[in-house]
């Protein structure tokens, strides 16, 4: 599910990089919610482990090809499950719209 990456100046040090794979289709089994708590929870272990690398905020956003205010909402974010609890939840527009008086 994830991108092998070696690193350019340590070759001995590899890393399992969660983030868009182009080589293979993402899988299209299970339902949507438990693809992005997997999705959730694997982008911050991989955020977590380059920061622990002294690596700067835009260069984990770089490797991992996601946005920068999503990474520093990872580095943030002490525990995956808070995380999860908002990507759960998600934004609708529909939710405001039907709350609206008639």
């Known amino acids: 599910m994830g991108t092998f990456v070696e ?3 340590a070759p001995s040090l ?3 990089i969660v983030g868009p794979n182009r080589t293979t289709p993402p899988p299209s089994t299970g339902p949507v919610e438990n693809r992005i708590v997997t999705r959730t929870i694997e ?4 955020a977590h482990e380059l920061l622990t690398q002294r690596r700067t905020l ?3 956003s770089r490797i ?4 920068p ?6 580095a943030r974010a002490s525990d995956a499950h808070a995380l999860i609890s908002t990507a ?4 609708s ?3 405001r719209v039907r709350a609206l008086p008639a």
């Open 7 to 9: 690193h350019k100046r």
């Open 14 to 16: 590899s890393l399992i």
């Open 43 to 46: 982008r911050h272990a991989a």
């Open 58 to 60: 835009s260069n984990v």
């Open 64 to 67: 991992l090809e996601l946005d």
């Open 69 to 74: 205010k999503t990474v520093r909402r990872f």
């Open 88 to 91: 759960r939840k998600g934004r």
């Open 93 to 95: 527009i529909l939710r």
